[in-house]
């Protein structure tokens, strides 16, 4: 049994075998942790050989590094797709992408970890800022609708940064246990929503109107 299904696995394309590797990593850091696994425990979970994630990965760190890569761009397409629900360029719209990171923060404790720590990707850490921008780029772009530039400005920046500090706090309080509801009886969406309606600058009216 064990033989057939080593062999139904090796069909797998190269880039197959790649996801197949990040996403059981990604399943493992989420039960213990990115120190809890080992790469053995990623090619029994994926099905694959012990010799098969070094034609991709060149140590562990080097997997992990991917699955905070993969995180990221996931976070980015979870944040855009939740925006698009609402008018673009509103306050709702920005309060469905803070309330989306928060709650990717609170589903995926490890992983969000992963993607904000230098400690496990030596040698990686501009790819992985890299990633970190294209995903900050959906709320810059967000806030930009809002101002009505077609630009990322120095307003823009001005303006997103206060609702990401917000959101990136919020999230870490969260997934560290101290919103403790006796002490803090706090509903997170209201709280995403208020910060955004009062840390947004006043929104310029049309020009001619």
């Keep these: ?3 057939a299904k080593i062999q139904k696995k090796s069909g797998y394309h190269h880039g197959d ?7 059981a990593a990604r399943d493992l850091i989420r039960q213990h942790g990115p120190d809890g696994f080992s790469m053995s425990d990623a090619c029994r979970l994926a099905g694959v050989s012990t010799a098969a994630p070094y034609r991709h990965f060149k140590s562990k760190e080097d997997l992990l ?3 905070a890569m993969d995180g990221l761009t996931r976070l980015g397409d979870d944040m855009e797709r939740h925006a698009a629900e609402y008018p673009r360029g509103t306050i709702e719209s920005l309060a469905a992408i803070g309330r989306t990171y928060v709650q990717f923060a609170m589903r995926e404790q490890h992983t969000f970890r992963l993607m904000f720590s230098t400690k496990s990707h030596a040698g990686r850490i501009e790819e992985l800022k890299s990633a970190g921008r294209c995903a900050y780029s959906v709320v810059l ?3 930009a609708r809002y101002l009505g530039e077609e630009e990322i400005t120095e307003e ?6 206060p609702l990401w500090t917000h959101v990136h ?3 870490f309080l969260a997934i560290d ?4 509801v006796t002490n803090f009886p706090v509903d997170i969406n209201e709280s995403v929503l208020l910060a955004t309606e009062r840390l947004l600058p006043p929104r310029r009216e049309p020009q001619g109107s």
């Design 1 to 3: 049994m064990a033989k």
């Design 141 to 143: 772009k967000e806030v």
């Design 17 to 23: 075998l790649r996801d197949q590797l990040i996403a």
């Design 169 to 171: 706090g919020l999230s």
């Design 156 to 161: 823009v920046i001005r303006a997103a940064f």
């Design 65 to 67: 590094t991917e699955v």
């Design 177 to 180: 246990g101290k919103l403790d």
